[in-house]
């Protein structure tokens, strides 16, 4: 990743957030919905205590449609209100707005009740590890580009409000926290949707875990894509049948694993083999 965490800069990235909270009525809190746990700050139950929060399944366009759903039913039973959104193109980003003005009648009623006839809008930060989408869906909210987004994790940037129509303002600056780096599984699912740089870990684990987890959970759509009859038990031989069918080889003609990982991922990444998500709720 760009940013670099070291426990120095984890601790500041919480105090920052903590210190944003203060203005703030409710906080979005933008997941992966690929990788809904994976995804999360581990300390962000701790962080957000007591404040009111929309969990955001984002990203959900590449997501197993079923699963996304289960996950929404499965915060639903916690009583965490969550929506699946597409940041990109757009789709459930209205109801997040609609969301947020539900869940926080109360506290602007008793406003009203209190005598303030004009009650300032909700103002509502969002907050997320880095690469998931978090510029994207301040520039769809905004309506305009405003954020800076960028393909490479880390490229959100300095404060203001933004106006999202006339009952929301958002803070410009997102909150950026770390993911659970010390969870390998965790890692190599970050890699594997494309959170992390591909020099962070090893492309071969990386492609190595991927290919296991579509064998055992996708294996129609790994057979189809890459015309095997049977999916080899040996995940080396997997390697193989795929190089030699795609071509990834080296001069000699033997298979060069690493063109393989590359290609696998980037196929995984692209949508080549589907909406596909890696993780289920209570695993
Ligand atoms: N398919 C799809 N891609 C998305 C969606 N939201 C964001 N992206 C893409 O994901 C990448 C990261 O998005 P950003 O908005 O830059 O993410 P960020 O959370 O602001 O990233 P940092 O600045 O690293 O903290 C970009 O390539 C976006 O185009 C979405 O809902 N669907």
């Given at each position: 990743m760009t940013i670099q965490w070291f426990p120095g800069h984890m601790a500041k990235a919480k105090r920052e957030v903590q210190e944003k909270l203060?203005?703030?009525?409710?906080?979005?809190?933008?997941?992966?919905a690929r990788i809904p746990t994976s995804s999360r700050n581990p300390m962000i139950d701790e962080i957000l205590v007591n404040k009111p929060r929309i969990m955001l399944l984002n990203k959900a366009d590449m997501a197993d449609e079923e699963i996304t759903q289960q996950w929404i039913a499965f915060f639903q039973k916690r009583h965490i209100k969550a929506l699946a959104i597409d940041s990109q193109a757009g789709?459930?980003?209205?109801?997040i707005v609609a969301a947020a003005k539900e869940m926080l009648k109360p506290k602007f009623e008793k406003m009203v009740a209190k005598g303030i006839k004009n009650p300032r809008a909700m103002r509502a930060l969002i907050v997320g590890i880095p690469n998931v989408g978090k510029s994207t869906l301040i520039n769809r909210l905004a309506g305009k580009h405003i954020a800076k987004t960028g393909?490479?994790?880390?490229v959100t940037k300095a404060q203001q409000w933004i106006k999202v129509g006339k009952e929301m303002e958002l803070l410009d600056t997102p909150g950026i926290l770390w993911p659970k780096f010390e969870d390998e599984e965790v890692g190599l699912k970050l890699a594997t949707t494309g959170a992390i740089k591909d020099t962070i870990l090893n492309l071969q684990d990386v492609a190595v875990y991927a290919l296991n987890f579509l064998k055992q959970h996708y294996p129609d759509r790994l057979k189809e894509r890459y015309s095997l009859t049977e999916i080899p038990e040996d995940i080396a031989a997997l390697f193989d049948e795929i190089g030699r069918r795609r071509g990834c080889l080296m001069s000699g003609g033997l298979v060069d694993y690493d063109k393989v990982a590359e290609l696998v991922l980037r196929e995984i990444r692209t949508e080549k083999l589907g909406r596909l998500s890696f993780e289920k709720p209570n695993e």
């Open positions: 203060k203005f703030i009525d409710i906080v979005f809190e933008l997941v992966d789709t459930g980003v209205k109801q393909d490479k994790p880390g």
